[in-house]
């Protein structure tokens, strides 16, 4: 069973991830360096943040490709399990997002099928096709892993930042407005037993 605080709380937490996408580059421009590093590590625990992966606020482009990255940041900066030495932001280029380009998706896909998810469950939508929006993420990231491991230097398949976004946001909208969907049916439960405790 399922109570109102927890539920809330969920809610909370995807908020705040959203809110975290674009933050710490917000705060970073703003001159507040210190707090945004803080912000970038703290997400570096859920992301791999790898800046040719991420999308960019305050710069030329949205997005950077390796070598152009490399005329600003050392290569181990990309990715290391040192999460406050990663690169973030160079004045030529602007501030990635707080995390990559699969996990803004995936976020952003969590924020919009939370709100759909009401809907969906009103027009009575078969839930076991929002399970279908996790396969695309798990072949192109799965794929993608794959390949790397067999050859590092030259993979045979590389995926790319808008597909790993429309991925990522199809995977977090068919697992957030699934789960919930079964939330909402177990804070159903709960009330329904303490109205029977009552009486």
């Not at 809907?119 to 799965?142: H, N, S, T, Y």
């Not at 045979?156 to 957030?176: D, E, K, Q």
């Amino acid at each position: 069973m399922i109570d109102k605080i927890l539920y809330r709380g969920i809610q909370g937490f995807i908020v705040a991830l959203n809110i975290g996408i674009f933050l710490p580059a917000v705060l970073w421009r703003l001159g507040y360096q210190g707090v945004a590093q803080k912000l970038y590590n703290l997400l570096g625990l859920l992301c791999h943040q790898m800046p040719d992966r991420s999308f960019f606020l305050f710069g030329q482009q949205f997005q950077y490709s390796k070598d152009q990255l490399l005329t600003v940041a050392r290569s181990d900066s990309f990715f290391t399990i040192n999460i406050g030495n990663r690169f973030v932001c160079a004045d030529s280029i602007g501030c990635k997002f707080g995390i990559c380009s699969r996990c803004t998706g995936m976020y952003s896909g969590m924020f919009i099928g939370m709100i759909a998810s009401k809907f969906i469950e009103r027009f009575r939508f078969q839930k076991w096709l929002l399970l279908i929006l996790l396969v695309p993420m798990a072949l192109d990231g799965g794929i993608q892993l794959i390949a790397s491991l067999i050859n590092p230097a030259l993979p045979f398949y590389v995926s790319n930042n808008r597909l790993r976004f429309v991925t990522g946001f199809a995977f977090g909208f068919g697992f957030a407005s699934y789960a919930f969907i079964v939330l909402r049916r177990e804070l159903g439960k709960t009330a329904t037993l303490e109205k029977l405790s009552k009486q």
